[in-house]
Protein backbone atom coordinates (compact mmCIF):
# COMPACT_ATOMS: atom_id res chain seq x y z
CA UNK A 1 0.00 0.00 0.00
CA UNK A 2 3.01 2.61 1.20
CA UNK A 3 4.42 1.33 -2.26
CA UNK A 4 1.24 2.18 -3.95
CA UNK A 5 0.69 5.70 -2.46
CA UNK A 6 4.70 6.85 -3.27
CA UNK A 7 3.87 5.94 -6.97
CA UNK A 8 1.26 7.73 -7.35
CA UNK A 9 2.97 10.51 -5.72
CA UNK A 10 5.90 9.95 -7.48
CA UNK A 11 3.12 10.41 -10.72
CA UNK A 12 1.40 13.41 -9.69
CA UNK A 13 4.84 15.35 -9.18
CA UNK A 14 5.54 14.30 -12.91
CA UNK A 15 2.64 15.98 -13.85
CA UNK A 16 2.78 18.98 -12.23
CA UNK A 17 6.34 19.62 -13.17
CA UNK A 18 5.48 18.96 -16.79
CA UNK A 19 2.19 21.07 -16.63
CA UNK A 20 3.88 23.91 -15.25
CA UNK A 21 6.66 24.01 -17.99
CA UNK A 22 3.94 23.82 -20.65
CA UNK A 23 2.86 27.00 -19.11
CA UNK A 24 6.44 28.59 -18.95
CA UNK A 25 6.60 28.31 -22.56
CA UNK A 26 3.00 29.59 -23.95
CA UNK A 27 3.73 32.31 -21.74
CA UNK A 28 6.87 33.06 -23.40
CA UNK A 29 5.76 32.34 -27.23
CA UNK A 30 2.43 34.86 -25.63
CA UNK A 31 4.60 37.31 -24.63
CA UNK A 32 6.89 37.62 -28.26
CA UNK A 33 3.79 38.14 -30.14
CA UNK A 34 3.26 41.68 -29.67
CA UNK A 35 7.49 42.93 -29.50
CA UNK A 36 6.99 42.10 -33.37
CA UNK A 37 3.73 44.09 -33.68
CA UNK A 38 5.31 47.41 -33.49
CA UNK A 39 7.14 47.04 -36.68
CA UNK A 40 4.32 45.51 -38.59
CA UNK A 41 3.00 48.90 -37.35
CA UNK A 42 6.13 50.35 -38.77
CA UNK A 43 5.96 49.02 -42.14
CA UNK A 44 2.60 49.52 -42.16
CA UNK A 45 2.93 53.23 -41.57
CA UNK A 46 6.01 53.68 -43.89
CA UNK A 47 4.34 52.22 -46.85
CA UNK A 48 1.10 54.38 -46.25
CA UNK A 49 0.31 56.98 -49.21
CA UNK A 50 0.78 60.55 -48.88
CA UNK A 51 -2.08 62.39 -48.35
CA UNK A 52 -4.18 63.20 -51.51
CA UNK A 53 -4.48 66.25 -53.06
CA UNK A 54 -7.22 68.40 -52.35
CA UNK A 55 -10.52 68.51 -54.32
CA UNK A 56 -11.89 71.26 -53.30
CA UNK A 57 -9.81 74.61 -52.26
CA UNK A 58 -11.79 77.21 -50.26
CA UNK A 59 -10.82 80.98 -50.60
CA UNK A 60 -11.89 83.87 -48.34
CA UNK A 61 -11.32 87.45 -49.63
CA UNK A 62 -13.43 91.12 -48.86
CA UNK A 63 -14.75 91.41 -52.35
CA UNK A 64 -15.21 95.31 -51.74
CA UNK A 65 -11.70 96.07 -53.60
CA UNK A 66 -11.62 96.71 -57.00
CA UNK A 67 -9.90 95.49 -59.13
CA UNK A 68 -8.53 92.98 -56.87
CA UNK A 69 -11.83 91.86 -55.85
CA UNK A 70 -15.43 93.39 -55.93
CA UNK A 71 -19.25 91.96 -56.97
CA UNK A 72 -20.46 92.85 -60.36
CA UNK A 73 -24.01 91.51 -61.85
CA UNK A 74 -23.44 89.20 -64.36
CA UNK A 75 -27.07 88.30 -66.55
CA UNK A 76 -28.39 89.07 -63.16
CA UNK A 77 -26.14 87.15 -61.25
CA UNK A 78 -24.48 88.45 -58.50
CA UNK A 79 -20.67 87.23 -58.89
CA UNK A 80 -17.60 88.21 -57.34
CA UNK A 81 -14.30 88.57 -59.85
CA UNK A 82 -11.28 90.68 -60.42
CA UNK A 83 -7.32 89.83 -60.04
CA UNK A 84 -7.17 88.08 -57.11
CA UNK A 85 -10.32 85.49 -58.02
CA UNK A 86 -8.60 85.28 -61.03
CA UNK A 87 -5.34 84.18 -59.24
CA UNK A 88 -7.04 82.03 -56.75
CA UNK A 89 -8.67 79.94 -60.01
CA UNK A 90 -5.37 79.41 -61.36
CA UNK A 91 -4.36 78.03 -58.28
CA UNK A 92 -6.89 75.85 -57.55
CA UNK A 93 -6.65 74.74 -61.51
CA UNK A 94 -3.05 73.50 -61.22
CA UNK A 95 -3.81 71.55 -58.01
CA UNK A 96 -6.61 69.69 -59.64
CA UNK A 97 -9.34 70.84 -57.20
CA UNK A 98 -12.78 72.95 -57.45
CA UNK A 99 -12.58 76.24 -56.07
CA UNK A 100 -14.95 77.84 -53.46
CA UNK A 101 -15.07 81.82 -52.68
CA UNK A 102 -15.99 82.91 -49.19
CA UNK A 103 -16.83 86.52 -49.03
CA UNK A 104 -15.43 88.08 -44.98
CA UNK A 105 -14.87 91.12 -43.66
CA UNK A 106 -11.20 91.81 -44.13
CA UNK A 107 -9.93 92.54 -40.46
CA UNK A 108 -11.31 88.81 -39.77
CA UNK A 109 -9.70 87.08 -42.49
CA UNK A 110 -6.82 85.55 -40.85
CA UNK A 111 -8.51 84.60 -37.54
CA UNK A 112 -11.13 83.15 -39.96
CA UNK A 113 -9.04 81.28 -41.58
CA UNK A 114 -7.06 79.98 -38.37
CA UNK A 115 -10.58 78.58 -37.51
CA UNK A 116 -10.60 76.60 -40.37
CA UNK A 117 -13.20 78.71 -41.97
CA UNK A 118 -11.27 79.03 -45.23
CA UNK A 119 -7.85 77.45 -47.35
CA UNK A 120 -6.16 80.41 -48.36
CA UNK A 121 -6.84 84.64 -48.29
CA UNK A 122 -6.18 86.49 -51.28
CA UNK A 123 -7.57 90.07 -50.66
CA UNK A 124 -4.61 92.62 -51.72
CA UNK A 125 -3.12 91.58 -48.20
CA UNK A 126 0.68 92.81 -47.99
CA UNK A 127 3.10 91.46 -45.47
CA UNK A 128 3.66 93.00 -41.79
CA UNK A 129 5.02 91.46 -38.83
CA UNK A 130 1.71 90.87 -37.51
CA UNK A 131 0.46 89.26 -40.10
CA UNK A 132 3.69 87.14 -40.55
CA UNK A 133 3.29 85.93 -37.05
CA UNK A 134 -0.43 84.72 -37.50
CA UNK A 135 -0.02 83.29 -41.14
CA UNK A 136 2.25 81.84 -43.32
CA UNK A 137 2.70 84.35 -46.80
CA UNK A 138 3.63 83.29 -50.50
CA UNK A 139 6.23 84.90 -52.80
CA UNK A 140 4.41 88.71 -53.74
CA UNK A 141 2.47 87.80 -56.76
CA UNK A 142 1.86 91.69 -57.83
CA UNK A 143 3.42 95.03 -57.43
CA UNK A 144 0.68 98.02 -56.48
CA UNK A 145 0.53 101.34 -56.66
CA UNK A 146 1.89 103.16 -53.60
CA UNK A 147 -1.23 104.18 -51.13
CA UNK A 148 -3.33 107.68 -52.37
CA UNK A 149 -6.19 109.68 -51.09
CA UNK A 150 -9.59 109.83 -52.37
CA UNK A 151 -11.55 113.25 -51.84
CA UNK A 152 -14.98 115.23 -53.35
CA UNK A 153 -13.22 116.78 -56.67
CA UNK A 154 -14.63 120.07 -55.58
CA UNK A 155 -12.09 120.01 -52.63
CA UNK A 156 -9.14 119.03 -54.27
CA UNK A 157 -7.51 122.44 -54.16
CA UNK A 158 -7.92 121.88 -50.76
CA UNK A 159 -4.98 119.11 -50.36
CA UNK A 160 -1.48 120.05 -51.25
CA UNK A 161 0.02 118.12 -48.40
CA UNK A 162 -0.18 115.64 -45.88
CA UNK A 163 -0.63 118.13 -43.41
CA UNK A 164 -3.31 119.31 -45.27
CA UNK A 165 -5.69 116.51 -43.53
CA UNK A 166 -4.48 117.35 -39.65
CA UNK A 167 -8.13 118.43 -38.35
CA UNK A 168 -9.58 116.61 -41.02
CA UNK A 169 -12.32 113.07 -41.10
CA UNK A 170 -10.11 110.40 -43.06
CA UNK A 171 -11.46 107.02 -43.45
CA UNK A 172 -9.58 103.63 -43.84
CA UNK A 173 -10.56 99.96 -44.15
CA UNK A 174 -10.05 98.34 -40.40
CA UNK A 175 -6.91 95.82 -40.30
CA UNK A 176 -5.35 97.17 -43.54
CA UNK A 177 -1.85 99.85 -43.30
CA UNK A 178 -3.97 102.39 -44.60
CA UNK A 179 -5.60 102.39 -41.46
CA UNK A 180 -2.15 103.25 -39.50
CA UNK A 181 -1.62 105.84 -42.36
CA UNK A 182 -4.51 107.08 -40.76
CA UNK A 183 -3.94 106.49 -37.23
CA UNK A 184 -0.35 106.75 -37.10
CA UNK A 185 -0.53 103.71 -34.87
CA UNK A 186 2.41 101.75 -36.17
CA UNK A 187 5.50 103.57 -36.74
CA UNK A 188 7.61 100.36 -38.77
CA UNK A 189 4.30 99.58 -41.10
CA UNK A 190 3.76 102.85 -41.75
CA UNK A 191 6.36 105.32 -40.92
CA UNK A 192 4.61 108.23 -43.34
CA UNK A 193 1.23 109.21 -41.43
CA UNK A 194 -0.96 111.22 -40.87
CA UNK A 195 -0.93 113.51 -37.95
CA UNK A 196 -3.81 114.99 -35.78
CA UNK A 197 -6.18 113.63 -38.30
CA UNK A 198 -9.91 111.94 -36.95
CA UNK A 199 -10.20 108.26 -38.09
CA UNK A 200 -13.39 106.79 -39.47
CA UNK A 201 -12.29 103.04 -39.92
CA UNK A 202 -15.01 100.96 -41.48
CA UNK A 203 -14.85 97.15 -42.25
CA UNK A 204 -16.33 97.93 -46.05
CA UNK A 205 -14.67 99.97 -48.45
CA UNK A 206 -17.85 100.97 -50.69
CA UNK A 207 -19.49 102.22 -47.23
CA UNK A 208 -16.30 104.55 -46.48
CA UNK A 209 -16.83 106.10 -50.34
CA UNK A 210 -20.27 106.56 -49.14
CA UNK A 211 -19.16 108.31 -46.10
CA UNK A 212 -16.83 110.37 -48.78
CA UNK A 213 -19.83 110.77 -51.43
CA UNK A 214 -22.03 111.86 -48.58
CA UNK A 215 -20.30 114.27 -47.20
CA UNK A 216 -19.76 112.10 -43.70
CA UNK A 217 -15.82 111.99 -44.06
CA UNK A 218 -13.45 114.26 -46.05
CA UNK A 219 -10.74 111.43 -47.57
CA UNK A 220 -10.34 107.87 -47.81
CA UNK A 221 -6.47 106.12 -47.85
CA UNK A 222 -6.94 103.44 -50.30
CA UNK A 223 -3.87 101.45 -52.27
CA UNK A 224 -3.13 103.09 -55.19
CA UNK A 225 -4.77 100.96 -57.97
CA UNK A 226 -7.95 100.53 -55.70
CA UNK A 227 -8.29 104.15 -54.89
CA UNK A 228 -7.88 105.30 -59.07
CA UNK A 229 -10.61 102.41 -59.49
CA UNK A 230 -13.40 104.37 -57.40
CA UNK A 231 -12.44 107.57 -58.44
CA UNK A 232 -12.79 106.77 -62.41
CA UNK A 233 -16.00 104.74 -61.49
CA UNK A 234 -17.34 108.50 -59.56
CA UNK A 235 -17.40 111.51 -61.32
CA UNK A 236 -17.62 113.66 -58.03
CA UNK A 237 -14.11 112.05 -56.40
CA UNK A 238 -10.55 112.68 -57.13
CA UNK A 239 -7.12 111.17 -56.31
CA UNK A 240 -4.75 113.69 -54.39
CA UNK A 241 -1.55 113.98 -56.53
CA UNK A 242 1.58 114.69 -54.70
CA UNK A 243 0.78 112.88 -51.66
CA UNK A 244 3.58 110.62 -50.66
CA UNK A 245 1.86 107.82 -47.90
CA UNK A 246 4.56 105.11 -48.04
CA UNK A 247 6.16 102.50 -50.48
CA UNK A 248 4.04 100.15 -53.64
CA UNK A 249 2.59 97.47 -51.73
CA UNK A 250 3.37 93.68 -52.31
CA UNK A 251 0.86 91.42 -51.55
CA UNK A 252 1.01 87.63 -51.02
CA UNK A 253 -1.37 84.59 -51.09
CA UNK A 254 -1.83 83.88 -46.98
CA UNK A 255 -2.14 80.09 -45.57
CA UNK A 256 -2.60 79.25 -42.07
CA UNK A 257 0.37 79.40 -39.59
CA UNK A 258 2.64 76.32 -40.18
CA UNK A 259 0.94 75.69 -43.67
CA UNK A 260 -0.25 72.65 -42.46
CA UNK A 261 -2.18 71.17 -45.65
CA UNK A 262 0.98 72.14 -47.51
CA UNK A 263 0.02 74.25 -49.73
CA UNK A 264 2.60 77.17 -50.38
CA UNK A 265 4.90 75.12 -52.57
CA UNK A 266 2.29 74.78 -55.35
CA UNK A 267 1.19 78.37 -54.77
CA UNK A 268 4.53 79.72 -55.33
CA UNK A 269 5.10 77.61 -58.32
CA UNK A 270 1.90 79.48 -59.98
CA UNK A 271 2.66 82.44 -58.91
CA UNK A 272 6.35 82.18 -60.76
CA UNK A 273 4.71 80.31 -63.34
CA UNK A 274 1.71 83.30 -64.11
CA UNK A 275 4.33 86.33 -63.41
CA UNK A 276 6.68 84.80 -66.02
CA UNK A 277 4.12 83.82 -68.44
CA UNK A 278 2.35 87.61 -68.35
CA UNK A 279 -0.84 86.14 -66.74
CA UNK A 280 -0.85 88.13 -63.65
CA UNK A 281 -0.89 91.51 -66.00
CA UNK A 282 -3.62 89.94 -67.85
CA UNK A 283 -5.71 89.34 -65.24
CA UNK A 284 -5.06 93.08 -63.67
CA UNK A 285 -6.23 94.33 -67.20
CA UNK A 286 -9.36 91.72 -67.14
CA UNK A 287 -10.09 93.02 -63.93
CA UNK A 288 -9.75 97.02 -64.74
CA UNK A 289 -12.30 96.76 -67.50
CA UNK A 290 -14.81 94.52 -65.36
CA UNK A 291 -14.82 97.24 -62.56
CA UNK A 292 -16.74 100.14 -63.44
CA UNK A 293 -19.66 97.63 -63.36
CA UNK A 294 -18.44 97.18 -59.32
CA UNK A 295 -21.31 96.95 -57.13
CA UNK A 296 -20.93 99.25 -54.00
Known amino acids: MKNWKKLMGLALSAALSLSLL ?5 GAAE ?4 SEAPAESAAAE ?11 LVFGTSADYPPYEFHILD ?39 AQGKCDFVIADMESTPDREAAADG ?19 DQYKTIDDFTGKNVG ?6 KALIVTGGDEETAPIHMTGANPILLTNVGDLINQLVYDKCDAVVLDGAVA ?3 AESNPELAVVEGVELGKVGLPCVWVAD ?39
Open 172 to 177: AQTGTN
Open 31 to 34: SAAP
Open 258 to 296: GDPQGLLPAINETIAKLKADGSIKTFMEEADALSSGAMS
Open 228 to 230: VKY
Open 138 to 156: SDPYYEDLAPMVVVKKANL
Open 46 to 56: SAAPESAAPTK
Open 75 to 113: NGEDKIVGMDVALAQAIAEDMGAELEIVDMNFDNLLTLM
Open 22 to 26: TACGG
